[in-house]
């Protein structure tokens, strides 16, 4: 057997170890598996990047599709950063000579931080300074935290596609003050189509990617006006603005034409009308971030991944259907959500069946 095959055998199996005493709420076991691998030669870097990076991936997977609480969620997510810290600051782990200065932070309203977590201890265990800055970090606090340090770069993680706008906004205060930005997450799209939108200096797709990327040599310093939030040109229409501003009276106005539409909803206990607030709160901002975007496909990915979560929950996709239509004539003077709320409703819609000639 050849040592890859050997390696990727080592690693599914501490893969494997790892969920269970993860899935078992079991700390101690969990590092002690993992600072064991790390004594018998596997590398930190791998640790974090292919068992608990790994891991945490197949966390969310398991939440969407039913198969773990929400309480487990947060209880797996919590002992993998413990074991994280544990593997990254374990004394055996080398220290590379210093190489430049980083700091990692969060999109404002992402609350996700555990990648950006993986990113910076990879960046550090290569030899760069990290300034961590965790979750949900503005962006006049973080300017004002470049101003103080001078880095080489910020690297910036986003998750969640509703805080795009945010990003943007971050992105270019940074540029704006002469610093380099690399961002990554799931927020901005496949193959990092909102990354080039917003006008990131790099973009990459996971912790590995953007560590070799800042590797390779230093991310050229922005040119004066790099950037403007005002590059957008659909943004004049001020859909976006109208639709983001409007949330909380589009949500309280669809679910009181939902009660109207289907009475049943009137025997909801409060938790049931809780969930579904904000499942349409959810639509509107997912709507509101396509808006911004230009792209409607944001929005019929965002709307299909929950059909999916719903189905494991056995609520009938369909029910997202009746919120798209009252959303629509709530916003029948706006074209552009109009346009992408219908090409959302069809994304939903099963095709008819194919008849066959006899």
Not at 232 to 251: G, I
Not at 273 to 288: G, K, N, P, W, Y
Not at 343 to 349: N, Q
Request: hydrophobic share 45%.
């Amino acid at each position: 057997m050849s040592p890859t095959v050997t390696s990727a055998a080592r690693t599914g199996e501490l893969r494997a170890r790892v969920w269970e005493s993860v899935m078992a709420f079991d700390e101690a076991a969990t590092i002690a598996t993992l600072l064991r691998a790390l004594d018998e030669g596997m590398s930190a870097e791998g640790l974090l990047l292919d068992v608990i990076a790994a891991v945490q991936g197949r966390v969310g997977r398991e939440w969407a599709a039913n198969r773990i609480t929400v309480a487990q969620e947060h209880a797996a997510t919590a002992i993998n950063d413990r074991a994280l810290a544990a593997v990254a600051l374990h004394p055996s782990v080398p220290t590379p000579p210093p190489r430049g200065r980083i700091t990692v932070a969060c999109v404002d309203g992402e609350w996700h931080a555990l990648p950006a977590r993986l990113l910076a201890e990879v960046l550090r265990i290569r030899g760069w300074r990290i300034d961590y800055l965790g979750a949900q970090v503005t962006a006049p606090h973080l300017v004002a935290h470049l101003h103080r340090t001078g880095p080489d770069a910020v690297a910036l993680s986003g998750s969640l596609a509703t805080r795009l706008p945010a990003a943007h906004a971050t992105i270019t205060a940074c540029q704006a003050v002469g610093t380099p930005v690399i961002v990554g997450g799931a927020a901005f799209g496949p193959g990092g189509r909102y990354a080039r939108l917003l006008g990131a200096d790099a973009w990459a797709p996971d912790a590995r990617a953007a560590a070799d990327a800042l590797d390779r040599g230093p991310l050229p310093r922005p040119r004066p006006g790099h950037q403007a939030i005002d590059d957008l040109p659909h943004l004049k229409d001020q859909e976006y603005t109208l639709v983001a501003r409007s949330r909380p009276r589009l949500v309280r106005a669809v679910f009181e034409a939902l009660e109207t539409a289907h009475p049943a909803l009137r025997d909801y206990t409060e938790a049931q009308r809780e969930h579904t607030a904000e499942d349409l709160s959810h639509i509107v901002e997912f709507l509101a971030a396509a808006l911004y975007t230009g792209d409607e496909d944001l929005f019929g990915g965002f709307l299909l991944w929950t059909a999916g979560v719903l189905e494991a929950r056995r609520v009938p996709a369909a029910s997202l259907l009746s919120a798209l239509a009252l959303l629509e004539r709530e916003l029948q003077d706006f074209p552009r959500a109009t346009t992408t709320l219908r090409a959302g409703a069809a994304r939903l819609t099963p095709a008819p069946p194919t008849r066959t000639a006899e």
